[in-house]
């Protein structure tokens, strides 16, 4: 497609329920990032893939947050035991090659709320 | 600390009032400081990259400048069309992330 695409839009979850979130970055972008923008606040990094790399995981809040890439196309977010503060916007985002200053382009999100 | 604050918070303005949004930064080895614009309920939108101190890049009514400290995202006669909210963001050293200010809300009043 011409952009990021997201899935789902939004999601409603019970507390405690496991969640995923899918991602598809732009063709050819080999980088892909995960974002996280609770009500009102700014951008939270949450993990970034490049290629092949081992992915960097440094902004994974708690372990209860995984995620995944697969085929280096398509990536999965996955919550496992959702918690209120959970609620948020997730947003995925993509860049060509990762390489410093390349333009990183964002999906609209996948609006997530946890009851 | 890498930080990145911007100011104001909010700001309101009567059609074609021009004013600046401010974005200043405290991080080491800046590789690029990225202009998005974001309107509610959507993902941010990409508006410009700056990469040194004295660049300076325009897009219709925006226009956005570097220094060593801080970066200016200048409005002129600005129109309703034009609020939302503006947020800065910084790529630094061998980071790939951004790391993102709180950014600016801007209600353009017609």
């Known amino acids: 497609g011409a952009g990021v695409s997201q899935s789902p839009s939004n999601k409603v979850t019970e507390k405690g329920k496991d969640v995923e979130l899918r991602c598809d970055p732009i063709?050819?972008?080999?980088?892909l990032y995960w974002y996280r923008q609770r009500l009102g606040q700014g951008l939270e990094f949450l993990i970034y893939?490049?290629?092949?790399?081992?992915?960097?995981k440094s902004g994974l809040p708690s372990d209860r947050f995984s995620a995944e890439r697969t085929g280096g196309s398509v990536s999965t977010l996955t919550i496992q035991r959702t918690q209120q503060e959970d609620s948020a916007v997730y947003l995925c985002?993509?860049?060509?090659?990762?390489?410093?200053?390349?333009?990183?382009?964002f999906g609209e999100g996948s609006w997530l709320t946890v009851v | 600390e890498d930080q990145v604050t911007q100011s104001p918070e909010a700001l309101r303005l009567q059609e074609g009032e021009s004013s600046s949004l401010n974005c200043s930064y405290t991080?080491?080895?800046?590789?690029?400081l990225f202009w998005y614009r974001q309107d509610p309920g959507k993902g941010p939108e990409f508006l410009f990259t700056?990469?040194?101190a004295g660049e300076e890049k325009e897009k219709e009514r925006l226009k956005a400048t570097l220094t060593k400290k801080e970066s200016f995202l200048h409005i002129t006669a600005p129109k309703p069309e034009d609020s939302a909210t503006y947020l800065c963001?910084?790529?630094?050293?061998?980071?790939?992330?951004?790391?993102f200010g709180s950014g600016t809300q801007l209600t353009v009043l017609p």
């Open positions: 893939f490049q290629g092949n790399s081992a992915p960097d």
């Open positions: 991080v080491s080895g800046l590789r690029g």
């Open positions: 963001a910084v790529q630094m050293g061998s980071a790939r992330q951004l790391t």
């Open positions: 985002a993509s860049s060509f090659r990762g390489l410093a200053g390349n333009t990183i382009y």
């Open positions: 063709s050819g972008h080999t980088a």
């Open positions: 700056l990469y040194s």
